[in-house]
């Protein structure tokens, strides 16, 4: 991600001389060094130029679009930039766009202030007009406003970049899954095409076979190697190493298998394993810690929302993990859910130092499997589905509170959470369930809601909110406007 482009542009015209247009170059550059050195910025912030004309604006848009570096642009309106001068760029514009409404001067120059002042610093109503023609366009922007060394502003540029950074990311996101979904189920199937329209998502299946084949060429040495890794990082729990050493052997291949094809999210299920001695647990575990994406039991939707949310999350506290809700706990004013899954959890949100096991896995029929048990951290955070309706992808985000496990639980062999949902667990599950949000979700305890909705909306995709404002009459009202908003729009 840090890699990643943003361009600073600035609108202007020649109205007021070229003194005028010095002026708002070396503010303009200011500025973008100003966004570029704040110690949040995940990306690059570069200033690009000024911008006067029609020709000028469609250049730079055409830049944009080709340079495989730049994620977006960030836009502003130093003086006043006549908004028809911006259509014919912002119309083939394919990058996602933050206007910046702020102003060079922090306070009024009282006893100095002139006509030349006014009409340099003129943001005030130059980002208006510049507004007023994103809005008639139905352009999906973001709008942050501030003084441009105000700590707020400088921190939702930052938080910006990096959701606009994971759509670009999105755009090119590759999932191999080995099997389909399991058989049956309905959440986590959905339509790939209209994924790989709306999301960018290319999601490619494999027969099991093709994994198996690197599998049996994994040497001993490299599993030797990668076991003494597991020694330094985790608890061995386990007299079985044999068992451990095939996880060892699947995490190998099914990685070596990732990085060739430019895959950054998988998919496996318990149905088919042909060729496989046990299902891919600690393995599964490893990688996602490595910040590749999961979706169990051919769920291929959480899985490309796995791998862009650790995107997203990167260099942040905290942790994101492909997550279920399993089971609950449903004491008189103390309901919790305790979410878990079969193994595959990200040990990216333990609490301690994760323990390596050797249990049965009650389906499947395959040899017992290792994995990381650990409990995870205490604190907020938001469990995020996303699910296909039909005629459009909805995502629903829901706050929780995580919280410390009070009893042992010796006889559960796989790591879980426990939370408490917002605003409470009957209108939290009530609203999750009306919403037709799945069981699999993603956990993060690192990303924001504003985050999660700021990508919902470059991408044009439906997003539900869950969290301490919710009120179910509202809620459900809610879900039926929604209904008959994407229905107006006619495009999923
Ligand atoms: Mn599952």
Same mark, same amino acid.
């Given at each position: ?45 570069? #200033?690009?130029? !000024?911008? /006067? ?6 250049? =730079? ?5 080709? *340079? @495989?570096? %730049? ?58 007009? #510049?507004?007023? !023609?994103? /809005? ?6 973001? =709008? ?5 060394? *105000? @700590?707020? %502003? ?339």
């Amino acid at each position: 991600m840090k890699n990643k482009v943003f361009w600073f542009v600035v609108g202007s015209q020649h109205l007021y001389g070229e003194e005028t247009l010095k002026q708002v170059i070396i503010h303009s550059k200011e500025i973008a060094e100003h966004i570029n050195a704040y110690q949040e910025n995940p990306c690059i912030v570069k #200033f690009k130029d !000024i911008v /006067t004309t029609p020709d000028e604006i469609l250049r =730079v848009c055409k830049e944009a679009n080709q *340079d @495989e570096s %730049v994620a977006g642009i960030i836009t502003w309106m130093h003086t006043f930039s006549p908004a028809k001068m911006w259509i014919k760029g912002l119309k083939i514009l394919n990058k996602s766009m933050l206007h910046l409404h702020t102003q060079y001067n922090q306070e009024l120059p009282w006893d100095k202030i002139d006509m030349d002042f006014m009409n340099l610093n003129q943001s005030a109503h130059g980002d208006r007009e #510049f507004g007023f !023609i994103n /809005t008639r366009l139905r352009l999906n922007r973001k =709008v942050v406003v501030g003084h441009w060394k *105000d @700590e707020d %502003v400088l921190k939702e540029i930052a938080s910006w970049e990096r959701v606009a950074a994971t759509y670009d990311k999105s755009r090119k996101l590759k999932v191999a899954r080995f099997g389909d979904n399991m058989r049956q189920v309905a959440v986590t199937e959905g339509d790939k095409v209209e994924a790989e329209i709306k999301l960018g998502w290319s999601i490619n299946g494999y027969g099991i076979g093709d994994l198996v084949k690197i599998v049996n060429q994994v040497s001993e040495k490299e599993i030797d190697n990668l076991v003494l890794e597991y020694k330094e990082k985790y608890i061995i729990n386990t007299t079985k190493i044999e068992s451990i050493r095939e996880q060892a052997k699947i995490e190998i291949a099914l990685e070596r298998f990732l990085k060739c094809g430019g895959f950054n999210a998988f998919t496996t299920t318990f149905e088919d394993l042909h060729g496989l001695n046990q299902l891919p647990g600690l393995a599964v575990q490893r990688l996602m810690e490595k910040g590749y994406g999961f979706g169990a039991e051919g769920d291929w939707k959480l899985g490309a929302l796995t791998a862009l949310m650790k995107y997203m999350a990167q260099g942040l506290d905290g942790g994101t993990s492909f997550m279920e809700d399993y089971t609950y706990h449903l004491e008189k004013g103390n309901k919790r859910v305790l979410g878990a899954h079969m193994l595959e959890v990200c040990p990216s949100i333990a609490l301690d130092k994760p323990r390596i096991e050797v249990h049965p896995l009650g389906i499947g029929g395959k040899d017992d499997p290792a994995r990381m048990v650990f409990n995870s951290k205490e604190g907020q955070g938001i469990m995020v589905t996303l699910v296909d309706l039909g005629d459009r992808f909805r995502m629903i985000a829901n706050k929780i509170n995580l919280k410390r496990i009070p009893e042992k639980m010796p006889n559960l062999p796989v790591a879980r959470s426990l939370w408490e949902a917002l605003p409470d667990f009957k209108t939290s599950a009530t609203a999750w369930i009306y919403a037709g949000g799945a069981h699999h979700s993603v956990l993060t305890t690192s990303l924001s809601m504003r985050q999660l909705q700021d990508f919902a909306i470059m991408a044009d995709i439906e997003f539900i909110t869950i969290d301490e404002n919710t009120d179910l009459n509202q809620f459900e009202n809610e879900l039926r406007m929604s209904d008959v908003i994407w229905k107006l729009k006619g495009i999923k």
